[in-house]
């Protein structure tokens, strides 16, 4: 679907939004919770709270080139920072609002930062703590002006930047207007720090030309227009949820929907009824846990009948793909869609036309359970460095297990080594202030991801692990622990997985598993407990684990099984450093945190 205009950077894309668009635009632009409630935010108020906060920025001395950190949730205020930072030409950082104290000291200064935007009295307590380490940074502003404290200096509420911004944009009416004209395609947009599975967060410099041929390729790849109402619970701090689910989203004419949050998700789907959503795989896997959990405490009959309604679902969802869906299947799909398909589908608003999901690899069978339903996930893969999008499926040529096909403009090769590299218009600039690592990703134009994988004979590109998390056993096996980690993760005992073998002669596990899950198990069988440690440490729980492991071990090598592993009382966390804020795990961390108890399942297994 054509795009609203031809845009070459954001401002363009804003400017002709609020002075075009606005005119012909019949639906608010965003809708967010205030008092418990959904309120509209119109294309009108988009434009003035954007140039207001953009004109008071310039009273703190803010102009071309300058960094400006934000640590917000996803709310209008961050679109709002994030349109008024770009317009007056300076350049957005935005931050994860799980860092710590600490993190948020080395990105600020690393970035040069003259000031921060924070939403709330936790963010800005953690600022505050570090702020005296700041070598640049000037100002604080706050979002939510109860959150303000008193008596600090530079510290300031949004409402307050809005209110200078007013009176400065008196006596300069046109600046705003004419410095979003200056904005170039090659201009530095934004540098985004890569949280990294080891050593410090690297920035990650991409320009407005980066960023627009994503989403130019976006739209070439999926329709979205003005009718289309996007649910956003993604941080718009992560390159996915900021070029797909909200420029991509605003350039296409549609209207995106703020959620209070992830566990609030699932309400929100039913009561906006979201059209798209941009997502990742943990959603499907408690959305799936969820569901099967409900039909283990129905009776054996409507037990029968769901799987049943599922089986001819896929059935009816792979004839249908090779256009051809014989009359009785047809038949049996339109009774299992009425007795029980449709229900299902109903929890996501109903009107559901597609997700697409990111972030971390989506299992084939989660792909395929949500299609029988009638419920579309197209996977993707990228990375900051490349804004993001380097391939994804397409909603009318997709293949589970894959992550598609690459993005228009965007070119894909495999090295000799099996290492996947990317060369297009959306490769980064590079990493701010470290020529280092820069030369060393970026290689005769070559973008290296170190990412490995594989195209199928119909050109649909397979990820098979990171290149640096490839190991071998004692015994000269390769393994790829993503792969089998993913497959584990179907267990609705499991919730985090980690797989260990390198240089080993079997592989184990670390396991953390569902709590909930397993609690109810304990309860139903009377088995006693009162903390999860007592379960980690029951041998029937461990056994209930061992023997549900067993499906998924039948499907793997005799040297990819997993010989033995341990229950884990609390889950892997950003705030013990085992996660990264992108909530990948931090392997080799993990395996020195948990040395002692991976040497003694190795020690068990060699007695």
């Known amino acids: 679907m054509p795009m609203i205009c031809n845009f070459k950077t954001i401002p363009n894309l804003y400017e002709y939004m609020t002075e075009e668009y606005i005119k012909i635009a019949t639906h608010a632009v965003f809708r967010y919770k205030v008092g418990g409630k959904f309120t509209d935010v119109s294309y009108q108020q988009l434009k003035d709270s954007t140039e207001s906060f953009a004109m008071g920025l310039t009273t703190l001395g803010v102009k071309r080139n300058d960094k400006i950190a934000i640590i917000a949730e996803s709310r209008p205020e961050w679109v709002y920072s994030d349109m008024a930072i770009l317009g007056l030409g300076a350049v957005d950082v935005p931050l994860y609002p799980s860092l710590t104290a600490n993190t948020i000291e080395f990105i600020v200064n690393n970035s040069e930062s003259c000031g921060i935007i924070v939403s709330n009295k936790f963010q800005l307590n953690k600022v505050l703590k570090v702020r005296n380490n700041f070598k640049t940074a000037k100002f604080i502003i706050v979002m939510n002006e109860k959150d303000l404290i008193t008596g600090i200096s530079g510290l300031y509420t949004f409402s307050d930047i809005i209110q200078r911004g007013e009176i400065q944009k008196r006596e300069k009416p046109f600046f705003f207007k004419e410095s979003l004209r200056l904005c170039k395609e090659d201009d530095l947009c934004t540098i985004i720090y890569t949280s990294g599975t080891t050593g410090e967060p690297k920035g990650v410099m991409i320009s407005h030309g980066n960023i627009v041929s994503n989403i130019r390729g976006a739209h070439k790849v999926f329709s979205v227009d003005k009718h289309d109402v996007f649910l956003s619970f993604l941080p718009l701090c992560h390159i996915f949820e900021r070029m797909t689910g909200y420029y991509t989203a605003l350039s296409g004419g549609c209207q995106i929907v703020y959620s209070e949050s992830i566990e609030a998700v699932a309400q929100n789907m039913i009561d906006i009824k979201p059209t798209v959503m ?44 090779n256009n051809s869906v014989p009359v009785g299947l047809a038949l049996k799909h339109k009774l299992a869609d009425k007795l029980v398909l449709k229900t299902i589908r109903e929890k996501t608003g109903g009107r559901m036309r597609f997700f697409v999901s990111g972030g971390a690899a989506l299992s084939r069978e989660l792909g395929e359970f949500f299609e029988a339903v009638g419920v579309l996930v197209i996977e993707g893969y990228g990375m900051t460095e490349t804004s993001p999008v380097i391939a994804v499926n397409r909603p009318e040529d997709y ?25 297009g218009r959306n490769v980064m ?71 260990i073998g390198d240089r080993r002669m079997f592989l184990s596990a670390l396991i953390v598993p569902d709590f909930e899950a397993i609690r109810e198990y ?25 023997k549900d492991m067993g499906q998924f071990q039948r499907q793997l090598a005799n040297y990819e099984r997993v010989r033995k592993f341990v229950l884990l009382d609390k889950p892997f966390s950003l705030e013990s450093g085992e996660v990264t804020p992108s909530l990948k795990i931090r392997r080799e961390f993990v395996e020195k945190r948990y040395g002692n108890l991976i040497e003694e399942m190795y020690d068990a297994l060699e007695k």
């Open 522 to 546: 304990a309860d139903a069988n009377e088995i006693p407990y009162e903390t999860n440690e007592d379960l980690t440490r029951n041998k029937e729980i461990y056994e209930l684990i061992e």
């Open 429 to 499: 600039l590079g990493y701010y202030k470290n020529k280092k690592e820069t030369e060393a990703t970026i290689v005769d134009g070559w973008l290296r991801t170190g990412d490995l994988g594989v195209f199928d004979a119909t050109g649909f590109l397979i990820i098979t692990d990171r290149k640096k998390h490839l190991f071998k056993t004692s015994g000269g096996k390769y393994i790829a622990p993503s792969q089998i980690e993913n497959l584990f993760l179907g267990s609705k005992y499991i919730d985090q997985f980690v797989l």
């Open 278 to 321: 941009t997502t990742v795989p943990r959603l499907f896997e408690r959305i799936y846990s969820k569901i099967l959990k409900n039909v283990e405490a129905q009776s054996e009959k409507k037990q029968r009948l769901f799987y049943w309604a599922v089986d001819i679902g896929k059935k009816y969802a792979e004839a249908n793909r």
């Open 399 to 423: 293949k589970f297990g894959t992550v598609g096909k690459p993005m228009p403009g965007v070119q894909v090769k495999i090295a000799n080594d099996g290492e996947i590299l990317v060369r």
